[in-house]
């Protein structure tokens, strides 16, 4: 049982170029999310996504594009890499709405120069 | 005000004393708490979640929500060295199904 896994784990990008951070979950999980994480903060959420088929913003979606291509997989897009995008990318998925644990992926390391 | 805030860090603790995290919320329909635990460059586990008024209790740890005040804390009693981490408290909001992370309070126990 893998739980959730996310690829790649170290990319570095150039400024303006683009590119998906990939994520799927074998749990059978509803909601999935994306959250950046920046040294001394907590994790911000980008994304997420309730259900198959719906998507919706989170605190930082600017530059940020998201695909729920089926109920395994939630794909994070930056379509312009931007040096303010460097940051540790986590994806995550949980049962339901209330009260069920969300169980994070090892995450991305990204780099924008 | 943000969303979720904890106090500002970083704590440090003797071994073996007790460690007391706190956070709190803006939203008051929140439903449910979660402390996580993360190691430098490693992702966020489960310590525990609470979604009750009152004490929870997992061994050495112990979460205590109040939503009239709109705080949840994590006490940590006898803190091993291996209890040094980043705390970070979350709060799902019902009503938009997000899960909203604090800025996370980095504890430091002291051997």
């Known amino acids: 049982n893998a739980g959730v896994t996310q690829t790649p784990k170290f990319q570095v990008l150039k400024t303006g170029q683009s590119m998906t951070l990939q994520c799927a979950q074998d749990?059978?999980?509803?909601?999935m999310y994306w959250y950046r994480q920046d040294p001394g903060m907590g994790l911000r959420l980008i994304y997420y996504?309730?259900?198959?088929?719906?998507?919706d913003k989170g605190e930082v979606p600017n530059g940020y594009n998201v695909s729920r291509l089926n109920k395994r997989e939630f794909s994070l897009r930056l379509e312009s890499a931007a040096p303010s995008q460097t940051s540790v990318y986590f994806c995550?998925?949980?049962?339901?709405?209330?009260?069920?644990?969300?169980?994070f992926g090892e995450g991305s390391w990204l780099t924008v120069v | 005000q943000k969303e979720v805030e904890q106090n500002s860090g970083p704590l440090s603790v003797p071994e073996g004393a007790i460690a007391s995290l706190n956070c709190t919320y803006s939203?008051?329909?929140?439903?449910?708490f979660f402390w996580y635990r993360q190691y430098s460059g490693k992702s966020p586990e489960l310590i525990m979640f609470i979604y009750s008024n009152g004490d929870k209790e997992d061994g050495r740890f112990t979460a205590q929500l109040n939503k009239a005040s709109q705080y949840v804390s994590l006490l940590i009693r006898d803190s091993q060295p291996s209890d040094s981490a980043t705390y970070l408290c979350?709060?799902?909001?019902?009503?938009?199904?997000?899960?909203?992370f604090g800025p996370g309070t980095s504890l430091s126990v002291i051997p």
């Open positions: 749990m059978n999980h509803n909601s």
């Open positions: 996504s309730a259900s198959e088929g719906t998507t």
């Open positions: 995550a998925s949980s049962a339901s709405r209330v009260g069920n644990t969300i169980y």
């Open positions: 939203d008051r329909g929140s439903q449910s």
């Open positions: 979350a709060v799902i909001k019902t009503s938009y199904d997000k899960v909203i």
